[in-house]
């Protein structure tokens, strides 16, 4: 079975392109919008028969800026797409996890009432990093329900001003770094110590995460009880946390290349497979269908390849 992990709905809005559109914005910056492409619950089954993907986990990706109504109304939508095709889809829930009461209420009814697997955050939820205490109500209401968090990349992280130039490294990278520095925050910051039975899923392999993690790993020897500045905020070394970590396997679109560059520091068992259509694959079915192919050619064992493209989601979900 193949599972989609990061597959994108939207609820439809007057006067907005039907596609994704990427931009060059005033200040410089090359600017992303998925449109009103991913409204259209038809385009997502054919996408998904033609790339031969089973089933998708809907997210929305939402703006910290849209209002609680907002977010109820997308909430609504997605979970009729899933009652109207209960086989072919599963959803994440949208909430304000920096949100107080009414956001804990929403997702309360999006997990109880609408059948919704997790809950889809941002990496600055509210503008707030992951480790920030202020999301400590937020772990503690998903510790309660016993749901997974699935974490997607900022869009347009703050303090990334050396990547702004007239190419596209700001769109490339800055989201990708950012989530990066997330997956550490998540780690060394206290919330997995605090909170030990939630299972985290980090979007877009974490970013640069199996490119930066031996080096991470030598400077915490070298730092020893240094690495802290005051008290440790974990008890455990910090792999104890980073092996606690699911990763998805979206962003890069067909990237055996990041597959093999993952698999030096995760686990087949904590990989899953994602599409993140539609801003990638979106009128490339087959383009992803045969990425889906040369994941099954890679030299591994056919159990660690099932596993990643689907067996883990199916596992986790209860598909």
């Not at 619950?41 to 089973?54: P, R, Y």
């Not at 980073?242 to 087949?268: E, H, Q, S, V």
Request: a negative charge; proline letters at 5%; glycine letters at 10%.
């Amino acid at each position: 079975m193949i599972v989609d992990l990061e597959h994108h709905f939207r609820v439809a809005r007057e006067g907005v392109e039907p596609k994704v559109e990427r931009i060059w914005a005033d200040d410089g910056v090359l600017q992303y919008s998925q449109g009103n492409s991913g409204a259209d619950v038809g385009e997502h089954l054919d996408f998904m028969d033609g790339a031969g993907i089973d089933v998708a986990v809907l997210s929305g990706n939402l703006p910290n800026s849209l209002s609680m109504d907002a977010v109820r109304t997308w909430n609504d939508a997605c979970a009729k797409a899933v009652s109207d095709h209960p086989t072919r889809f599963a959803a994440f829930a949208c909430t304000k996890p920096a949100g107080g009461d009414d956001g804990f209420a929403e997702l309360t009814r999006a997990i109880n009432d609408l059948g919704m697997k997790g809950v889809h955050i941002n990496a600055r939820p509210g503008g707030e990093f992951l480790d920030s205490k202020a999301l400590w109500p937020f772990y503690e209401k998903c510790a309660e329900l016993d749901i997974p968090i699935d974490i997607h990349v900022e869009t347009y992280p703050s303090g990334f001003e050396a990547l702004k130039a007239p190419y596209i490294m700001s769109y490339v990278m800055a989201r990708e770094l950012d989530i990066t520095t997330a997956t550490v925050r998540l780690c060394f910051g206290g919330m997995l110590e605090d909170f030990p039975e939630l299972k985290i899923i980090v979007n877009h392999f974490g970013g640069g995460i199996a490119a930066i993690k031996d080096r991470m790993d030598y400077y915490v020897g070298l730092c020893g009880d240094d690495t802290f500045n005051g008290e440790a905020l974990i008890s455990q070394d910090w792999n104890h946390y980073f092996d606690k970590l699911y990763f998805n396997m979206a962003g890069r679109g067909p990237c055996i290349n990041t597959i093999k560059c993952a698999l030096t520091c995760i686990k087949p068992d904590k990989l899953m497979f994602g599409s993140d259509w539609p801003p990638n694959f979106e009128v490339d079915p087959s383009g992803c269908k045969k990425f889906i192919a040369d994941i099954r050619a890679m030299d591994l064992p056919s159990d660690d390849i099932e596993a990643m493209l689907g067996g883990n989601a199916v596992s986790m979900f209860g598909l």
